[in-house]
């Protein structure tokens, strides 16, 4: 196993049955990463997770975690993952401090931990209510005390179950701030999510689809494969006829078909946007036109999940 | 009339709802209709409808005399009723009766006829060992229908030997008359030989007026009931119901109470998915059930504590035995019933499940512990059920430490210790197995 990867991978694969939930996945993962990991509901990113910390085991293939098959955890191994289910599955008749004392426990962590509960309810902005009862919180408390409980053993490694699911996006966006700030702390963030848009603030994202893992790769890679290549938006004062159009697509960096967006605004895919934008301003001015607009675009990850989901299908 | 449909659909909604919901559920509709019926089935089976079988020790110096009454007096009644041996040694049959080895010691008279003949009534002395006053009334009954025979034997073979007697009396009275009627025709020739007839008769009438004497003198009470029963127990206590049901209360509200929270505890952590968290944790299957073990034991261990001062104070039950006795044994009667309750819970699917199972252990408790029908009663097969539940061990442990001063008996205090071991052992795989079940 490399040093640097917290999580290997070779034709992971997990049989319920005759289903398939997980099919020959491959993945590695390097330590310190924010890793993104989507995909429509039902498509194997639970089952995946639950073959990364142990709660199932693989049909057939590798897999390593922090070094060690999960079906061979040792207590130590175990204390260095943290998992965050799907589900709030805390005492909704215990408090929020009571909720995470017993999470410490069973973590083994030290008795003298006042300060560092408080620190993590001080972290998830809890401390005012940790005298709540769990069932009286909100679904975004509940899922704040489900992360504070996660990261009561400082794990190195952290197994976040779609932790935004069902939250408003300001307090999702919040989340994503706690987990750049665990990340800055040395933790490696592995976290399944349906809101695809998420992928942005990942370092790297992986794309499950039917129980296959399609690619990882950083999130503006995840453009490239997308589109074939960056997107560069033109705008001009004139119309961009057909011809012009024609002549963009037999530019040798332009890769496929010039999507029109109105009479005066084209989308056009390149290789390089950085080389291509030069090219592109000389190529309008030799055709007279003048460029109001030329920028590379970033498609919302909607976009780019949509179209990679697609060509898969295309590809089947 | 549009809004009558909506009240209607609405109505409709739940009914069609609620009877797929239950209906979802065969396992628990079967434990409902068939448990309770089961529970009775097997009640009736357990109940032999007759009197419970004493065995009984009869205590007599000399038992060839009194072999012809204890023999008729056994066969009068059922053979299952007295199961009889006979012992001259009175010490030896109380000590046997202390170790429940019999149930039932009847001291004979040592000179009955002598003593009656002194114009007093014989006493059988019977004793026994029982605390429950419903036993005690049944083993009185049982004394007086055993005096009532053999005072039936005795004036009965009184009669016949009387009858016998007379007959040699009426023969004797017609010789007397007869050398009467001699001696009258003899006795002006002043034979010496009529003399001497004369004195034989004098001797035979008087014999005949000292019977007649001895017969008219008898009194009457002693006549028609020459023997009598004196029946006590062992011990010198004096139970009332509530008394003699206390500790057998005390039992079943403790097991019921541990066997309640304990099948609701793992089946609700299975039910809310936080054994997926335990499962990732560093944290064991016996780390988890002994944890679960010790809380609810020190909960179940303040509220025991709550019930017998209740039963102390309230219903002022003394504790006749030694604290440590009864500490000790409603210890383990909860770490046996905790042992059964989270059974319960890990093969039980939901809630619901988990409080019928319960339920049903309650009910079964009721009949089949000794709080309802004595277990001497039960027929051979269902004992092994009596004996499955903690319940019939609590019962008899606090039975004899509350109410007769002794401490548990040891077999019943290791037989209930081995089932509560053999039942953490069942719930420490069987967790062990939940625990791992995703990697099948």
């Known amino acids: 196993m490399l040093s640097g990867n917290v999580v290997e991978a070779q034709d992971l694969t997990k049989k319920f049955g005759d289903d398939i939930a997980v099919r020959s996945l491959n993945m590695q993962l390097p330590r310190g990463v924010i890793f993104g990991f989507v995909g429509p509901s039902g498509c194997g990113k639970t089952t995946t997770v639950r073959l990364l910390t142990g709660f199932y085991k693989p ?3 590798i897999l390593n975690v922090l070094g060690t098959p999960p079906a061979d955890f040792s207590k130590s191994d175990r204390e260095k993952i943290g998992y965050l289910t799907q589900q709030f599955v805390l005492y909704p008749n215990l408090t929020v401090w009571e909720n995470l004392n017993f999470a410490a426990s069973f973590y083994g962590v030290s008795l003298f931990r006042w300060g560092r509960l408080n620190k993590l309810l001080d972290f998830v902005e809890l401390k005012g209510d940790k005298n709540k009862l769990a069932r009286d919180l909100s679904g975004g408390m509940k ?3 489900s992360l504070a409980a996660t ?4 794990p190195e490694l952290l197994f976040l179950d779609e932790p935004t699911a069902g939250i408003d996006p300001i307090l999702r966006r919040k989340f994503w701030d706690y987990f750049k700030e665990l990340q800055a702390e040395d933790h490696t963030l592995f976290i399944t999510t349906q809101y695809v848009g998420e992928a942005a603030f990942c370092d790297l994202v992986g794309v499950m689809y039917k129980g296959r893992l399609l690619m990882i790769e950083t999130p503006d890679g995840l453009r490239r494969k997308a589109y074939g290549g960056d997107v560069i938006g033109i705008r001009t004062n004139e119309d961009i006829s057909s011809e012009h159009r024609h002549q963009l697509e037999g530019l040798p960096f332009v890769r496929g078909k010039v999507k029109i967006v109105s009479d005066q605004e084209v989308d056009v895919i390149v290789d390089d946007a950085s080389i291509a934008v030069a090219v592109l301003l000389e190529w309008s001015q030799a055709q007279k036109l003048t460029v109001e607009m030329m920028e590379k675009k970033s498609p919302p990850f909607d976009d780019v999940f949509v179209r990679l989901i697609e060509m898969e299908i295309a590809n089947d | 009339m549009t809004r009558i449909f909506k009240f209607l659909i609405r109505i409709s909604s739940f009914l069609s709802k609620e009877l797929t919901e239950i209906f979802r559920q065969p396992k628990l509709i079967l434990t409902l209709v068939l448990g309770p019926f089961l529970i009775m089935f097997l009640f009736g089976l357990a109940n032999p409808g007759q009197g419970r079988t004493l065995r009984t020790t009869f205590v007599v110096t000399d038992p060839n005399s009194f072999q012809k009454e204890i023999d008729a007096f056994t066969k009068s009644f059922s053979s299952s009723l007295v199961n009889y041996v006979i012992e001259n040694d009175g010490e030896l049959a109380l000590k046997k009766l202390a170790l429940n080895q019999t149930d039932m010691v009847i001291i004979i008279p040592d000179v009955p006829l002598e003593t009656i003949q002194n114009n007093q009534q014989a006493e059988f002395l019977v004793y026994h060992n029982e605390i429950d006053p419903f036993q005690i009334g049944y083993i009185n009954s049982v004394g007086r229908i055993y005096v009532d025979e053999i005072n039936r034997q005795f004036l009965q073979s009184m009669v016949e030997q009387e009858q016998g007697d007379s007959a040699s009396l009426q023969s004797n009275l017609e010789a007397a008359i007869i050398k009467t009627q001699t001696l009258r025709r003899a006795i002006p020739s002043g034979d010496v030989n009529t003399a001497t007839q004369a004195a034989d008769l004098e001797k035979d009438l008087t014999d005949l007026h000292g019977k007649l004497t001895t017969f008219r003198t008898l009194a009457s009470g002693v006549l028609v009931r020459p023997f009598s029963a004196k029946i006590s127990g062992l011990s010198d206590i004096q139970l009332t119901v509530i008394g003699f049901f206390a500790p057998a209360v005390i039992v079943l509200l403790l097991q019921h109470f541990s066997i309640t929270f304990a099948s609701l505890s793992i089946v609700r952590e299975t039910r809310s998915g936080i054994m997926e968290l335990f499962k990732v944790a560093p944290i064991t299957a016996f780390e988890t059930l002994a944890g679960k073990y010790i809380s609810y034991l020190f909960f179940e261990i303040i509220l025991a504590g709550i ?12 504790i006749l035995g030694q604290l440590q006795d ?3 044994a409603v210890l383990v009667l909860l770490f046996t019933s905790l ?11 939901t809630d619901t499940q988990a409080v019928q199972y319960s339920m049903l252990l309650l009910l079964a408790s009721i009949f089949f512990s000794g709080f309802f029908l004595d277990l001497r009663l039960m027929k051979e097969p269902i004992t092994f059920l009596a004996w499955s539940l903690p319940a019939t061990y609590g019962i008899r442990m606090l039975q004899d430490i509350i109410l007769r001063g002794s401490s548990a008996p040891p077999m019943i205090f290791l037989g209930i210790t081995l089932i509560g071991i053999v039942l953490f052992l069942i719930d ?11 990697y099948a």
């Open chain 2, 428 to 438: 420490w795989t069987l967790l062990r197995k939940k625990m791992e079940s995703q």
């Open chain 1, 59 to 61: 049909t057939s293939g």
């Open chain 2, 339 to 349: 042992g059964v309750g989270f059974l319960i819970s890990l093969i039980s699917e």
């Open chain 1, 151 to 154: 990261l009561v053993h400082k």
């Open chain 2, 307 to 318: 019930i017998t001062v209740l039963a102390v104070w309230l219903l002022k039950i003394p």
């Open chain 2, 326 to 328: 009864y500490a000790l």
């Open chain 1, 143 to 145: 899922r704040r005390l």
